[in-house]
Structures are given as C-alpha cells and as structure tokens.
C-alpha cells in the first residue's frame, strides 16, 4: 500500500484499477437507474415506480463512491496480560488515576 495523503486518507494509487473500473460502472449504473426514473415520472406518470428508482439509483451510487475508498489499516494488536496477584494494584476497585483525580 502507498503512503496516505494524510490522517485517514489513502491515494487513489492505492487502489486496483479494477476495483477503481467496477466503482465507476456501479456509478455509472446507478445514473440509468436514475434516468430510468425520470422517465417513469414524466412519460408513464407513474410515480411510485420514480420513488423506488431514486431509491434504488442513488443506493447503487452509493455503493460506487464506497468502492473507491480504501478500508482503514487496524492498528496492530496490544498483547494483554491479566493482572497478577502480587500486584497490589489489581486488588482495588479504583482505577482513577490519583494524580488526575485529586487524591494524593
């Protein structure tokens, strides 16, 4: 993977052309759908059959821009180590810091 842009953020490099081609299809899709839609509206009057094509045209774009972004790394795993018993720590029920709450 190439380095980000900044915090969040990948370079379109990052991505496959091919992941990058079937976003644009699924896009470009969901504008027929749209103009589908249209002309239900205006030739054939029907305007249920609009609503469900908007619903679903813009649902298909949504679905294009979302495969033009690349997923966030997980930052990698903190081992965890349970509390031993010799830790006179472990035993209290308060985890404030004492310092931060006040206590001294």
Excluded: H, Y
């Amino acid at each position: 993977m190439l380095p980000a842009d900044g915090p969040g953020r990948t370079t379109a490099l990052a991505l496959s052309p091919g992941r990058l081609a079937l976003a644009n299809l699924f896009i470009a899709a969901g504008t027929l759908i749209l103009s589908a839609g249209g002309v239900f509206n205006s030739v054939l009057d029907e305007m249920d059959a609009f609503a469900i094509s908007l619903v679903a045209g813009i649902t298909v774009i949504f679905v294009g821009f979302l495969l033009t972004s690349a997923p966030k790394p997980l930052p990698p795993a903190q081992p965890w180590f349970p509390p031993s018993a010799a830790d006179p720590e472990s035993t209290t029920t308060d985890r404030r810091d004492p310092v931060a709450a006040g206590d001294s």
